[in-house]
């Protein structure tokens, strides 16, 4: 089991830019696929990026393609999700999550462990 913090959430306006990060305890983060999904208000969780273990695969919600960057750090025990072009559309609690898969994954099913989350609130 692996414990996640995320941060980095914020109010922005529409075009603007975040860095989300999230922070892993344990010594064995390298051994994690990790993602990144969120839930608007109303709406289930979903998708948004996914980095294997050693940052080689990588995959992105058709939503945020072009505008997200997920990358990690294992040396820091850390994944960021870099947002870029803002839209009010990408408003959402973002969570950090971590999976033993081989493969990244769209399906939340597939990650063990959560984070809080972080509010990411983008105006118009």
């Known amino acids: 089991q692996v414990q996640l913090v995320e941060s980095g959430g914020g109010l922005v306006q529409a075009g603007d830019s975040l860095r989300l990060s999230c922070v892993a305890s344990g010594r064995t983060f390298s051994s994690y696929t990790m993602g990144w999904f969120r839930q608007a208000p109303g709406k289930e969780r979903e998708f948004v990026a996914a980095?294997?273990?050693?940052?080689?695969?990588?995959y992105y919600a058709d939503s945020v393609k072009g505008r997200f960057t997920i990358s990690r750090e294992n040396v820091k025990n850390t994944v960021y999700l870099q947002m870029n072009s803002l839209k009010p559309a990408d408003t959402a609690v973002y969570y950090c999550?971590?999976?033993?898969?081989?493969?990244?994954?769209?399906?939340?099913?597939?990650?063990?462990?959560w984070g809080q989350g972080t509010q990411v609130t983008v105006s118009s």
């Open positions: 980095i294997g273990r050693s940052g080689g695969l990588i």
């Open positions: 999550a971590a999976g033993r898969m081989l493969i990244p994954g769209r399906d939340q099913y597939s990650y063990d462990d």
